[in-house]
């Protein structure tokens, strides 16, 4: 699986964008292979929003300071997947674009090169 994820997140870099639909069975091979999305795009040099709820992502972090120095820590950005897609009380979909450019914003000012994870 590690092999495929990362054949994905080379295409993605070649071609400067794309989605990636990733449903999953089991809780630790999700967290594995956000783990292994996460130190990819930080070997790229990208910084990585990842977005997750308050239960998994102590798991994911845990393994992420395992693995990486703390100045690419730094490129790793959690938002609450909660706050995210409910941003102001509601699923919508204007809504939740809205907040994501906001998010984004200051790393596309900065020509920053960013790659998302989202649960």
């Known amino acids: ?6 054949e994905q997140t080379k295409k993605l870099q070649q ?4 989605h990636i639909f990733y449903e999953y069975q089991n809780e ?10 996460i130190i990819a795009g930080i070997e790229q040099e990208d ?8 239960r998994v992502y ?15 820590l730094e ?7 909660f706050d995210f897609y409910c941003f102001k009380g509601d699923f919508n979909s204007a809504t939740i674009i ?4 906001k998010f984004i914003g200051p ?12 649960c």
């Open 58 to 72: 102590p798991m994911i972090e845990r393994q992420l300071q395992n693995e990486l120095r703390k100045e690419d």
């Open 15 to 18: 071609s400067k964008g794309g």
């Open 107 to 118: 790393f596309i000012d900065n020509n920053i090169s960013i790659r998302t994870c989202g």
């Open 75 to 81: 490129k790793v950005h959690r938002v609450n997947n």
């Open 98 to 101: 809205s907040y994501f450019k």
């Open 28 to 37: 630790e091979s999700y967290i594995q292979n956000t783990v292994s999305y």
């Open 47 to 54: 910084h990585v929003i990842v977005i997750e709820n308050d």
């Open 1 to 6: 699986m590690l092999e495929k994820i990362t």
